[in-house]
């Protein structure tokens, strides 16, 4: 697995805590951009392509993950949390998490709740919410838990990133680390050619709790086009239907073309021609994505000002806002050949 995308999933971020994964981003766009900057909302922003070009590109893919926040200590030293971002209460417990204090220590816990042997029929039958679990960290007092974790601490998924099966791999916080991968591979790529237009690679904080990165960098970079890289739900395991989604890992990017049953983006008509004439001029491997549920950034892109023309890459991605996700690095790979060359046709053709 390549080391760049690993320390991606690995690192830690979740929505407003976005300092460690922006400082990845920080030092891999530096070798392919100039003015690489964290802006006071968190949104890591480089510059590529010819500077001071009269057209301007934006590319956004979001930088924080899902995760939790302490919220309570009791007593006896148990920790309960606040959820960030969209979390099933059924995937919580027993599970294994990072609490990261701020002097950036991982402190491991253990998300506890009753054994099933004690609940009534009743229970057992209910799924548990994520008010009654607590966190277990090993320590017996609020006393000695305060030593080393404070209210307002992030807490994340136990970090893991690797390669399951050949071009399968799996890692924490995929949604959306191998986004962030693939737009630093798009800025090398970009770097190797003369595209008359600057190109803005942004890093955009806060994605899983209201688009508001993509909502304040878009303001301000003021794009002639943005193109958002994001993940999407793979539809090729048994709990989901092929018509609810029919996305299959190792298919090829996604062109994601409604989200949210248009209450999310809708990709205007002319973009939407322009990236799959362009996907299928290259003969890069691609599906095409209508959402019901769920959105990225482009949402309140395309909305911002008077409006800006945005596209959307999707890599098909399973269990998105689980512990850990499993996508096919292929995928990846086709997301960075057609945002690569969506670009090159935008600059030349809008
Ligand atoms: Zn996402």
Do not use: W
């Not at 970079?221 to 958002?228: K, M, R, S, T």
């Not at 991605?317 to 057609?338: C, G, M, Q, W």
């Amino acid at each position: 697995m390549d080391n760049l995308l690993k320390s991606l999933l690995m690192s830690d971020g979740i929505s407003g805590y976005e300092e460690n994964a922006g400082k990845i981003m920080t030092e891999a766009l530096s070798k392919v951009c100039i003015d690489v900057k964290t802006d006071s909302f968190g949104n890591v922003i480089a510059k590529g392509g010819k500077i001071g070009a009269k057209k301007k590109i934006q590319i956004a893919a979001h930088l924080d993950e899902i995760g939790m926040v302490v919220k309570h200590i009791t007593r006896k030293g148990f920790i309960y949390f606040i959820k960030i971002g969209g979390i099933s209460d059924t995937i919580l417990p027993g599970k294994t998490v990072n609490i990261i204090n701020r002097k950036g220590k991982h402190i491991v816990g253990i998300i506890g709740t009753k054994p099933p042997h004690l609940m009534s029929a009743e229970e057992a039958q209910k799924p548990i919410k994520y008010e009654n679990m607590f966190i277990d960290i090993g320590l017996s007092s609020k006393e000695e838990v305060l030593k080393k974790v404070e209210i307002g601490d992030q807490i994340i998924f136990e970090p893991s990133a690797g390669v399951l099966n050949g071009d399968f791999y799996y890692g924490k916080a995929a949604d959306n680390r191998i986004s962030c991968y693939a737009m630093v591979k798009v800025m090398e790529e970009i770097a190797k050619k003369n595209i008359e237009a600057e190109i803005f690679a942004c890093a955009t904080a806060q994605e899983e709790v209201g688009l508001k990165g993509g909502k304040t960098s878009s303001f301000k970079i003021d794009p002639d086009f943005a193109l958002v890289i994001d993940t999407t739900i793979a539809g090729d395991i048994p709990a989901i239907e092929e018509k609810v989604s029919g996305l299959k890992l190792g298919q090829g990017v996604a062109i994601t073309i409604i989200e949210a049953s248009g209450r999310g983006t809708i990709v205007p008509q002319k973009i939407r021609n322009l990236i799959l004439s362009v996907a299928r001029e290259n003969k890069i491997p691609h599906q095409v994505d209508i959402i019901e549920g769920g959105m990225t950034d482009a949402a309140v892109i395309y909305t911002n000002r008077q409006g800006i023309l945005t596209g959307i890459l999707s890599i098909p991605t399973r269990y998105i806002h689980a512990p850990a996700s499993v996508f096919n690095i292929k995928d990846v790979e086709a997301a960075v050949a057609l945002s690569a060359k969506t670009i090159e046709k935008v600059v030349k053709e809008l």
